[in-house]
């Protein structure tokens, strides 16, 4: 129980930390400058998938804008491989008797499983990332 609530401590901290102060200290640079921003001007003012978020193209104001990209994508691929990694646990445990230890077979053929599963997140992700078709939403 212990071991849970450290792990789970640790991981609020750092998506909390993480991510919500840079975030926090990019949208209030963003939201400071200057809206004649030649560098955000360029990139974002004439941007179409921003009109729900920022209004329409020519008339919006500097903002701090994150394109979701392709975290849609390696979620949907992260949860697969989780399902696939739970499932291998549930088998070993009805058939081992437990996730870890075992025979020696059955070791190796759950190491280069779940190595599998992590090449396979990894190489999707990249691949998808890479494609340069990653999708664009504020």
Sequence with gaps: DSSVGNVTGSNSVNVFLGLGLPWMIGALAWSGGASSNAKWQAKYQMMPELTDSLGPPGSREQ???????????????????????????????RV????????????WASSIVLSCLWLIYI????????????????
């Excluded at 994150?66 to 088998?91: E, H, Q, R, T, Y």
């Excluded at 008797?97 to 070791?107: C, M, N, R, T, V």
């Excluded at 990332?129 to 990653?134: R, T, Y």
């Design 63 to 93: 903002a701090f804008v994150v394109l979701a990209g392709s975290l849609s994508f390696s979620v949907a691929v992260f949860s697969a491989c989780a399902i696939v990694c739970i499932a291998l646990l549930a088998v070993r445990r």
């Design 96 to 107: 081992i008797g437990g996730e870890l230890g075992g025979p020696k077979a059955s070791q």
């Design 123 to 138: 190489g999707l992700s990249s691949w998808k990332v890479l494609e340069g078709d990653s999708g664009c939403a504020a």
